[in-house]
C-alpha cells in the first residue's frame, strides 16, 4: 500500500514454529487418531500453503473426550483451589515462554499481521491465565455464596478470529472453578489449540483435565448435545448461536453464548479527530475487521464529517497490506476463501445499494486471501453494509445531527456488543454510554481488553458474560 514512508522487510523467522506435518485428537492426555480416521488439512491464509494434516473429530470421538473429562473431574474439582492454581500460574508462565513460538504460529494459521499476535493476543493470553489462577482460592469471596461448586464438563466451541485467546477465554474460568474441558477448536485455525496441549502436558496437568477435539461443525454439535456435558460455551455466528440455544432448551446445561456485533463507533463535534481516526481505524481494521465487537458502523456529526473524513482517508493511505509475518504489516490476509467470498458479495451488495466505496490504492499479493481496507459513504440505515455483521475490513460511515440521534441510529440493530464514544465532555460519555444498548461501550479509545474486566452481549450478540469475576458465575453451581 502507497506510504510516505519506506520500510524494509522486518520478517519474523517461521522457523521459531516447528509445526509437525500430522496433528491428532488430544484426549485424556494424549494425541490419538480419530476413530474414523478421517483427516482435514490446515492452511496458511497469506500463502495458501498447507501447515500440517490433522485428525478430524466426530462423534464417537466426542464421546470419547466427555468420558475422559467425566473421569478427571472428580480428582480435578476435589482438589483445593491453591493447588488448581498452581496448574494455572504454570500454564500462564510457559505461554509466557513460548509467546514468541505461539504468535508466529498463530500468524501462520490464522493470517492476522504478527504484531498484533506478538503485541495483544499472546499478552492478553497469559494474563488471563494469571489472572484466573488468582481467583482458584479464592471462590468463596467472588460473591457468589458460600462453598460454590463447579458444574462438571463444559463443552465449548471457539471461532478462528483469536483462536489462543479465545481458549484462554474459555479454559481459564473453567480449570479455575474446578471444571474439565472438552474444546473444539475452529476448522481453519486448530493448531494453536493442539499446541496448547502440548503446555498442558509441559505443565503436567492431570490427564483428562482438558481434551481438545479439532474438526468441523458435526463435532461442534455432538459436543453442545452430549449428555454428559453440563455447560456450553460458544463464540461465533448468531446463527450457530440460535441453533445451540435450541439444542440445549430444554436440558439442565448452563449456557452462555458471545455472538456476532455490528458495533456503533460514535463521534462528536468536539472529539480530537487525530485521536478519533486512530481509534477508528483500530475499530474497524484490527485482525482484518474479523472481530464481533469491530467499530464496524462510524456515525459522525455532520459538522465535522468532511474534516474526518479527510483525515481518515489518509490515515488509511498510510497503512501496509502484505505479508503478515512483516513486523511492519497492519493489514494481514483474510482467514479463508470462504469469508473472503462472503466480504466480497456484501460489498458488491453495498456498491448495488448506491453507498460510495472507497480504498485507498493497494496491492494485493498474488497468492491467498486479501481485501483492502474499504469505507462506505452515503449508506443508510436501509443499507445491507449497515445491518450485516460483514466481519471483514470494511467500514459504514452514518451522519448524525444530536446526541438523541447518534443513540437511536447506533441502538437500530439487532446485536448489542459494542460500542464506542468519541468527545471531550464527561458528562456527555455517561450520558450516551447510558443510553446505549450494548454490552461494552468504550470512551475515547477502542478494543481494548483487560481480563479483570466482564464481556458480552445483548440482544443477537448473545448472553452471558466472559472475564472478570462475572466470568466465574458461568461455570459455578450458584
Not at 492431570?206 to 455432538?222: E, Q, R, S
Not at 460511515?397 to 464506542?420: C, H, I
Not at 470512551?443 to 479483570?452: A, E, L, Q, V, Y
Request: glycine residues 10%; proline residues 6%; aromatic residues 8%.
Amino acid at each position: 500500500m502507497a506510504s510516505v514512508f519506506e520500510y524494509a522487510p522486518a520478517p519474523e523467522s517461521r522457523a521459531i514454529a516447528d509445526i509437525a506435518p500430522s496433528y491428532g485428537l488430544f484426549i485424556d492426555g494424549e494425541f490419538v487418531e480419530a476413530a474414523d480416521g478421517k483427516v482435514f488439512k490446515t492452511v496458511s491464509p497469506s500463502t495458501e500453503e498447507v501447515l500440517s494434516e490433522i485428525a478430524q473429530a466426530g462423534s464417537e470421538d466426542v464421546d470419547r473426550a466427555v468420558k475422559a473429562a467425566r473421569r478427571a473431574f472428580e480428582k480435578w474439582s476435589a482438589l483445593p483451589g491453591a493447588e488448581r492454581a498452581k496448574y494455572l500460574f504454570r500454564i500462564a508462565r510457559i505461554i509466557q515462554e513460548r509467546s514468541r513460538e505461539l504468535a508466529v504460529l498463530e500468524t501462520l494459521d490464522n493470517g492476522k499481521p504478527i504484531k498484533e499476535t506478538r503485541d495483544a493476543d499472546l499478552p492478553l493470553v497469559a494474563a488471563h491465565f494469571f489472572y484466573y489462577a488468582g481467583w482458584a482460592d479464592k471462590l468463596d469471596h467472588a460473591g457468589f455464596g458460600a462453598n460454590p461448586r463447579p458444574l462438571g464438563v463444559a463443552g465449548q466451541v471457539i471461532p478462528w478470529n483469536f483462536p489462543l485467546l479465545m481458549l484462554a477465554w474459555k479454559i481459564a474460568p473453567a480449570l479455575a472453578t474446578g471444571n474439565t474441558v472438552v474444546l473444539k477448536p475452529a476448522e481453519t485455525t486448530p493448531l494453536s489449540a493442539l499446541f496448547f496441549a502440548d503446555i498442558c502436558r509441559q505443565a503436567g496437568l492431570p490427564k483428562g483435565v482438558v481434551n481438545i477435539l479439532p474438526g468441523y461443525g458435526d463435532a461442534g454439535a455432538a459436543l453442545v448435545a452430549h449428555p454428559d456435558v453440563n455447560k456450553v460455551a460458544f463464540t461465533g455466528s448468531t446463527a450457530v448461536g440460535k441453533e445451540i440455544a435450541r439444542t440445549v432448551a430444554g436440558t439442565r446445561k448452563k449456557v452462555t453464548l458471545e455472538l456476532g456485533g455490528k458495533g456503533a463507533n460514535i463521534v462528536f463535534d468536539d472529539a480530537p479527530v487525530d485521536q478519533a481516526v486512530e481509534g477508528i481505524v483500530n475499530g474497524i481494521f484490527f485482525n482484518q475487521g474479523q472481530v464481533c465487537c469491530a467499530g464496524s458502523r462510524l456515525l459522525v456529526q455532520e459538522s465535522i464529517q468532511e474534516e474526518l473524513l479527510e483525515s481518515l482517508k489518509r490515515r488509511l493511505s498510510t497503512l501496509r497490506l502484505g505479508d503478515p509475518l512483516d513486523k511492519n504489516t497492519d493489514i494481514g490476509a483474510i482467514n479463508s476463501e470462504e469469508q473472503l467470498t462472503r466480504i466480497t458479495s456484501l460489498v458488491e451488495l453495498g456498491e448495488a445499494e448506491g453507498a460510495e466505496r472507497w480504498s485507498p490504492a493497494c496491492e494485493l499479493p498474488e497468492s491467498g486471501y486479501w481485501f483492502a481496507p474499504t469505507l462506505f459513504t452515503n449508506v443508510t440505515q436501509a443499507h445491507r453494509i449497515a445491518r450485516d455483521e460483514i466481519f471483514g475490513p470494511v467500514l459504514s460511515v452514518l451522519t448524525f445531527r444530536t446526541p438523541d440521534e447518534a443513540v437511536a441510529k447506533a441502538n437500530n440493530t439487532p446485536y448489542g456488543l459494542s460500542a464506542g464514544i468519541w468527545t471531550e465532555k464527561g458528562s456527555r460519555i455517561l450520558a450516551v454510554a447510558n443510553k446505549l444498548r450494548a454490552g461494552v461501550v468504550w470512551s475515547n479509545t477502542f478494543n481494548k481488553f483487560d481480563p479483570t474486566s466482564p464481556f458480552g452481549g445483548y440482544k443477537e450478540s448473545g448472553f452471558g458474560r466472559e472475564g472478570g469475576r462475572h466470568g466465574l458465575e458461568a461455570y459455578l453451581d450458584v
